[in-house]
């Protein structure tokens, strides 16, 4: 019974304590915006208490890392052979002119809603993919390219956003596959 008593004589005063931290001071009590709250106001809104006051405040997060963050970026970009569920199939970095389609493969992060689009550099040519939307904020996109068997040196695939930034660059080597013919002597 006493450990009950001391127990709500605590709380009790806990309470009144926190009640003295927060309960509003005679500063508080100044008349909003400059008006004095007892006399008559010809806006129907001041005299009834409600305040007119306007004023939106707005904050910007400054935190460059945060800003960062929301970026579209590339997370992972390969070449590769193939696509199954989404995932790259036998990445390369090098291969002969006969190799038939290559997709460059990318995962991009913070992406919903925007657009992508794959610029691929091979030799002095240049082929841009159409705008890729992208339809989270993880997503996978793989866009396809044939090699054809004139095609050959050092080439890449540039991926930029709707402004025309370069978010990331992957390089690859294109063999030119000579083909033999055989000839064959008749006698």
Do not use: H
Request: proline share 5%; hydrophobic share 35%.
């Amino acid at each position: 019974m006493r450990k009950k008593v001391v127990i709500g004589m605590i709380l009790l005063g806990t309470i009144l304590f926190s009640y003295w931290l927060i309960a509003p001071s005679s500063a508080d009590n100044q008349p909003i915006n400059g008006l004095n709250p007892d006399l008559p106001s010809e806006n129907p809104a001041i005299s009834s208490g409600i305040s007119t006051d306007s004023t939106i405040e707005l904050r910007f997060d400054n935190d460059p890392q945060k800003t960062a963050a929301s970026e579209l970026e590339i997370d992972e970009a390969v070449i590769c052979l193939d696509v199954k569920d989404r995932q790259p199939v036998t990445q390369i970095t090098k291969f002969t002119s006969d190799v038939g389609t290559v997709f460059c493969w990318a995962r991009v992060l913070n992406g919903d809603g925007k657009k992508v689009k794959f610029i691929w550099q091979i030799g002095e040519d240049t082929y841009p993919s159409d705008w890729i939307e992208v339809k989270s904020n993880k997503f996978r996109i793989w866009c396809p390219k044939q090699i054809n068997r004139k095609m050959s040196g050092n080439a890449r695939v540039d991926i930029s956003d709707e402004t025309g930034k370069i978010l990331r660059t992957v390089e690859f080597e294109i063999i030119l596959r000579k083909v033999s013919a055989l000839r064959t002597r008749t006698g």
